[in-house]
């Protein structure tokens, strides 16, 4: 009976063609041509000189604004690795000179506003989202955040365990611990590789967050932005009040950064964990946006990993479904040089099986020009989809923020697509070969060893990393 | 499918419990339209920028599955992504004898494995063997993840699908010229989907079960905690299914469960942002109207039992140890329901919340908490607190402090301070809502799904400001109790871990 019913539905699925008069193939469609022009925020520089993105647009009644700091865990002083993470999250955390860190809440969530800061590897924001109405006194509370943070000492005290507490909590999560293991293998040497420890966290006091504070957040070195529903002169007085008339007694001085240490040493790390599916990640330093090979590098990046067309998503997921998650990329730095990582998850005893493929996939990419249809298919995705960069005000506005933050060229968005489009297959393989180097790969693995289908040292010399 | 929120576990918060007295915007800017075939249209029009969000949700889920075919829907889930009898392939004529075969060897070795210790292991090995070389065979003719290359080379974002207990999403986001493309691929799919490379795309499914439950402390304990907490409903079942579910799982049944549901008049679509919703309906019209209608998703008549008692679970993993507790509560729509997303927003909204200050900040017993109601909307679904000890303190104390928290609402009054800075909060989220396509197309889906109507959301704030501190501790003190709980454990064993 049951089979009888679906036999009739299937019937029933099955007249009619798919496409006819009134339906068009997917493959041959046509499209009315888009108009498009890259949204442009109003530039201007505050009466002490920091520069300011606006852009308006009233169709919802909230404003966002934005600082961009330079700074970072770049910056960490040895032995306290941590500090600017810490810093970062007490500026906002930490209540104001003129409000306690519990009244700063108040306020504030009364208000449905929101002011938020963190510090990341070069970079900080401090980011505050407010309804329209109260924009003046929300605008006030991020200039004390950034201008007068008090960084309450029990507050301080509370984020310093918690960080403790994530320390002890980062193995849990097996995927989580061979990303941060792979980082500190790719960087080995300098302040990116550093990953903050217990010791390291407990030797940061209050007074090296005041001072790290002092030295990074300053007028003249960062960036606001400005976006949603506000009047124009209105808001350029409000902060030439709150941040314009900010003159810093010193002039700034950023310590300098080291070089990245270029090292090509191949290793093969392990973390034993008793579960039935073995993380892999492998990769080694990648590019910085100023390289030439920068736009050969995006469209490698899709046609290798970047896609769920990818060469990887395609032989080890979809053919062979050995993983739920395959990918590459090319983390293309701004600063420093980027990384390449390539990872996947896959039952233990396809573990030796997977790298092999995952490796002699990315080699292969050196050996041979891509195809004409892969390029082709990379280029029209990334130059159709580019618009998507910029759907909201505030994403507007932040991307040009960054583009100036990091150097970009005057240039870049609007030649963006057309560079895209100039790629050839032989620049791609030119990339390919200056940019990967599988006999230079770090190879990070967490897995149950005992279960491996070859052991790992048909990969090279392993060190097993101990787990607290 | 790429990156699914499954069951969304621990993230739902306030995107499940939602938001708006008037919702801002919202009323006047939504345009309906219901087909002949029961197909359901909704869109905003935004010309933001010249993109448009289109989401298709079906009201079916893992809730509707029966116990010999559970984990179908996420299953099926992927399988819709395979194609179609024009799009995936190049001969689908020549193809489908082929499927058949692989469908006939699989039913095949899946009936030697359920005989367990009595199958034949050579036997299962020979199949398995021919299987794989029948997929392969069958391989020739495929176009590979044609829907995904066809949306990306047209500048396509975010393609992507969810299942959870209640519903099944697919989503994605295109340049608003390309609007027909979508409605071109997804109606072909509702109309004609071949679940092709299905043992293929199991063996990933799998994976991804390894992937986000086995090997991963935090998820395997919130598993084991829901399915202690229910012992008749289905929302205690993992929507991925046991890994024994999965197993078992064939192209047979994910093409029973796809014919009796995934249906328009199942089905909710909302399209928003660089659109003509005229032109839009005609659209949809010319390519969905008369794809023909299925079996409506039946209700889930089984009820949980009332709990007579605490439950306790324990997970052992190598992870420090977190602490889950559960009530059960009330329904979407269900009277009080509201006043459980007033408490969990006492509770654990923002940095003045209560938990916060008291667990986090005061007696700084944990590192992070956090309320939520889940596993679904639909049905009774569990009031939930989550939280991490801080070493040295222990679950068992976090347990505690946890539930004088709750006791202190029986006790005590909440203020109004608190009450109206709640509402302020649902007044924002509602107009931040409105800021994307994508955020508006997933609420109106999800709130005409399971609520009956996107109109919830216009009526929604003031039902929540209707609610007073009687209102809360009444419905503390109704369901907040010992009997009513189950309470999930992490405990940490040596590092290694305990082999699973």
Redesign the interface.
């Known amino acids: 009976m049951r089979t009888c019913f679906t036999t009739l539905l299937i019937t029933l699925c099955c007249l009619g063609t798919a496409w006819g008069a009134d339906r068009e193939n997917p493959r041959t469609m046509q499209f009315p041509p888009l108009h498009f022009t890259i949204p442009r925020a109003e530039r201007l520089l505050l009466d002490n000189g920091t520069p300011v993105y606006l852009l308006e647009d009233h169709e919802l009644p909230i404003v966002t604004v934005s600082a961009l700091i330079h700074t970072g865990s770049v910056y960490d002083p040895p032995g306290k690795s941590g500090l600017a993470a810490l810093t970062g999250a007490q500026l906002r955390g930490g209540g104001t000179t003129r409000l306690t860190a519990a009244q700063l809440d108040d306020e504030l969530e009364y208000m449905a506003s929101s002011v938020e800061s963190s510090f990341g590897a070069d970079s900080g924001t401090v980011t505050m989202t407010t309804l329209t109405r109260n924009l003046p006194r929300s605008l006030e509370l991020f200039g004390d955040i950034l201008h007068h943070p008090r960084f309450d000492e029990q507050r301080f005290t509370v984020a310093r365990q918690r960080a403790l507490e994530a320390i002890r909590r980062q193995n849990d999560d097996p995927k989580e611990l061979a990303d941060r293991e792979l980082i500190r293998a790719i960087y080995r040497g300098h302040p990116l590789g550093v990953i903050p420890t217990a010791a390291s966290i407990t030797a940061i006091t209050r007074t090296d967050l005041t001072a790290f504070q002092q030295r990074f957040v300053r007028p003249d070195n960062l960036i606001i932005t400005v976006a949603g529903d506000f009047n124009r002169n209105a808001i350029v007085d409000r902060l030439n009040r709150l941040i314009g008339s900010w003159r810093p007694a010193t002039p700034l001085a950023l310590p300098a950064v080291p070089p990245v240490p270029q090292t090509v040493t191949p290793e093969v790390l392990f973390a034993r964990k008793r579960i039935n599916q073995t993380v892999i990640r492998l990769g080694h330093l990648g590019i910085t946006k100023d390289d030439p090979d920068l736009y050969a590098v995006r469209l490698l990046d899709f046609i290798l990993g970047g896609s769920f067309t990818s060469r990887l998503m395609m032989e080890i997921r979809t053919n062979q479904g050995l993983a739920y998650n395959v990918d590459s990329a090319f983390d293309v730095g701004r600063r420093f040089p980027g990384t390449f990582i390539a990872e996947t998850e896959t039952k233990a005893d396809t573990t030796a099986r997977t790298i092999s493929l995952m490796t002699s996939i990315i080699a292969g990419i050196r050996t041979a020009p891509v195809s004409a249809e892969e390029l082709t298919l990379a280029k029209e995705s990334i130059i159709n989809s580019f618009l998507f960069a910029f759907t909201t005000p505030a994403s507007i506005v932040n991307q040009e923020a960054r583009l100036e933050f990091y150097g970009y060229p005057p240039d870049y968005l609007d030649r963006y697509r057309q560079r895209i489009a100039a790629v050839t297959r032989e620049e791609v393989l030119q990339a390919a070969r200056r940019h990967l180097h599988p006999d230079a790969f770090k190879l990070v693995v967490v897995g149950d060893d005992r279960r491996f289908d070859r052991p790992l040292s048909s990969f090279g010399a392993v060190r097993t990393l101990p787990l607290p | 499918?790429?990156?699914h929120l499954i069951s969304g576990c621990l993230l739902l918060i306030w995107l499940t419990a939602p938001l708006p007295l008037q919702a801002?915007?919202l009323d006047g800017r939504v345009v309906e339209h219901t087909y002949q075939n029961g197909l359901k249209l909704l869109m905003v029009e935004?010309h933001?920028?010249?993109?448009v969000s289109a989401w298709i949700r079906f009201k079916v889920g893992s809730v509707n599955e029966r116990s010999d075919e559970r984990g179908v829907a996420h299953m099926l889930e992927h399988m819709l992504f395979k194609g179609?009898?024009?799009?995936g392939t190049t001969d689908y004529a020549a193809e489908k004898p082929l499927l058949d075969k692989i469908e006939a060897t699989a039913q095949l070795m899946m009936a030697e494995q359920a005989k367990e210790k009595k199958g034949d292991p050579a036997r299962i090995a020979a199949l398995q063997a021919r299987l794989a070389a029948l997929e392969k065979e069958a391989?020739r003719y495929v176009v590979?993840?044609e829907f995904?290359?066809?949306y990306?080379?047209?500048?396509?974002?975010g393609?992507n699908a969810f299942t959870a207990k209640d519903g099944t999403t697919y989503l994605i986001?295109l340049?608003?010229?390309?609007l027909?493309?979508w409605a071109?691929?997804e109606?072909?799919r509702m109309?004609?989907p071949v679940l092709r490379?299905f043992?293929?795309?199991?063996?990933?499914?799998?994976?991804?079960r390894?992937?986000?439950y086995?090997?991963?402390?935090?998820a395997k304990l919130w598993e084991t905690f829901l399915a202690a907490s229910y012992q008749a409903h289905p929302y205690g079942q993992p929507t991925i299914g046991w890994m024994s579910d999965i197993q078992f799982l064939s192209r047979t049944k994910a093409?029973?469960f796809l014919?009796?549901y995934y249906a328009p008049n199942n089905a909710v679509i909302a399209v928003v942002g660089d659109i003509n919703p005229q032109q839009v309906i005609r659209l949809v019209g010319?390519?969905f109207g008369?794809i023909?209608p299925?079996t409506p998703v039946p209700t889930v008549t089984v009820q949980e039992e009332p709990q007579r008692g605490e439950r306790r679970v324990e997970v052992r993993a190598?992870?420090?140890p977190e602490v889950l507790i559960g009530f059960h509560k009330t329904a979407l729509g269900d009277k009080d329901d509201e006043v459980f997303d007033v408490i969990s927003a006492l509770l654990s909204q923002?940095?003045?919340s209560r938990l916060y200050r008291s667990l986090?900040?005061k007696k700084?017993l944990a590192?992070?908490v956090s309320t939520f109601t889940a596993p679904g909307s639909l049905y009774p679904s569990l009031f939930v607190l989550a939280a991490?000890p801080?070493?040295p303190h222990t679950a068992g104390e976090v347990e505690q402090a946890l539930l004088d928290e709750l006791d202190r609402l029986k006790k005590e009054p909440v203020t109004p301070?608190e009450l109206?800075?709640i509402l302020?909060?649902l007044?924002?989220?509602e107009?931040?809502r409105?800021?994307?396509?994508g955020g508006l197309a997933r609420n109106l889906t999800e709130y005409e799904a399971v609520a009956g109507s996107w109109r919830y959301l216009l009526t929604y704030r003031a039902k929540v400001a209707r609610v007073t501190p009687a209102d809360i501790q009444r419905v503390a003190r109704a369901w907040f109790t010992r009997s009513n709980r189950t309470v999930g454990i992490l405990t940490k064993t040596a590092?290694?871990?305990?082999?699973?």
């Open positions: 499918m790429m990156r801002a915007g935004r933001t920028s010249p993109t179609t009898k024009t799009l391989e590979k993840d995904f290359d066809l990306s080379r047209n500048g396509g974002v393609y986001s340049p608003s010229n390309k027909e493309l071109a691929i109606s072909d109309r004609d490379e043992y293929t795309e199991r063996a990933v499914v799998m994976e991804e390894r992937r986000s086995d090997a991963e402390p935090s093409e029973r014919h009796r010319r390519y008369e023909p299925g190598d992870a420090e923002g940095r003045t986090v900040l700084q590192s992070d991490s801080r070493a301070w109206q800075k302020n909060q007044e924002f989220q107009i931040r409105m800021g994307t396509n590092t290694g871990g305990t082999t699973p």
